[in-house]
């Protein structure tokens, strides 16, 4: 495992004033993003971790900025730091830190650049989401933000457009990140339902007899009703992770590590959440450190295997 002024080395990052930026990157993942920043500290080729990590860094600002205020207030600063951003990646300047790290990772991995864009083009339906009427609502907040959230690192390690495996490895990641975003919804229940939304579709809710202010008001009575809302979902989150496990077949050998270890993290905490069951609703999911670092433990040795 190479040190961090060795990885930028590797990844041709020079000037001093940019190793700054993309270390204080570095440091703002390893703070809020732990996972991933352990993932890919471990798991990635030095040369490529600035920039997954200058992404990761961009996405967490972007969420920062439009999760602050009303709902006027967050439209407002999404369209402040979409106007910043386009500008910065048509060739302005900036001083802004998290910008100069994303545009030097853009300028040396163009396919980024797009999805960027359509990043901050699917962000509105983030700003605007106070829960779903339906499942047909939860799919388009997949398809319009979660997975092109997805796309601004998976770019950076999968095929190339052109390439004989893209259609593929972008459909994988499109059920990936699904699987992920349902567990998310169910795992993250108790906080969501502080700030007045959760991701589970009303109508599911319905179907089982409940509504938001029924959890709310009156959660242990709906303990037995929520088991089985937990239940189904967490089977169509199963079910959408099966079709995802082909993943890291479809990338360079030195990236498998980091997409093994990522899909299985997400099912351990599928599994926590199905071994939670209805009690989500009073105290969430997750699951242990030590399961996490086993499985990363285990990708770790895989990946310096395969590197000597």
């Not at 989401?129 to 959230?149: I, N």
């Not at 108790?190 to 579709?201: K, N, V």
Request: hydrophobic share 40%.
């Amino acid at each position: 495992m190479s040190r961090w002024s060795t990885a930028l080395t590797r990844a041709g990052v020079s000037d001093e004033g940019m190793r700054r930026d993309y270390d204080v990157q570095r440091k703002l993942v390893r703070r809020y993003r732990r996972e991933e920043y352990l993932a890919a500290r471990l798991l990635l080729p030095a040369e490529l971790r600035p920039y997954v990590l200058a992404a990761v860094a961009f996405m967490h600002e972007t969420d920062r900025r439009i999760d602050l205020g009303d709902l006027s207030a967050r439209h407002e600063a999404l369209r402040s730091w979409n106007g910043e951003v386009g500008a910065v990646l048509d060739g302005a300047e900036t001083e802004q830190g998290t910008l100069r790290a994303l545009d030097d990772t853009v300028r040396r991995h163009p396919q980024m650049a797009g999805r960027v864009r359509d990043f901050l083009d699917g962000a509105p339906v983030e700003v605007a989401w106070r829960g779903f009427e339906s499942e047909a609502e939860l799919q388009t907040y997949v398809d319009c933000y979660s997975m092109p959230a997805l796309m601004l690192t998976a770019c950076l390690i999968g095929p190339l457009p052109g390439a004989e495996p893209y259609e593929a490895f972008e459909r994988g990641c499109r059920r990936l990140i699904e699987a992920m975003q349902r567990t998310d919804f169910l795992a993250d229940l108790p906080e969501d339902l502080r700030q007045g939304h959760i991701g589970i579709p009303r109508d599911e809710l319905l179907r089982h007899g409940l509504d938001v202010e029924d959890l709310r008001e009156r959660p242990e009575a709906c303990l037995p009703a929520m088991e089985r809302v937990v239940n189904a979902q967490a089977a169509l989150a199963e079910q959408v992770f099966s079709q995802a496990r082909g993943l890291p077949a479809l990338v360079e050998p030195q990236y498998r590590s980091f997409l093994r270890a990522l899909i299985a993290v997400q099912e351990v905490r599928l599994q926590a959440v199905k071994a939670a069951g209805g009690s989500v609703l009073k105290s969430g999911a997750s699951p242990a450190a030590s399961t996490t670092l086993k499985i990363l433990w285990k990708e770790y040795r895989a990946f310096r295997k395969y590197q000597r």
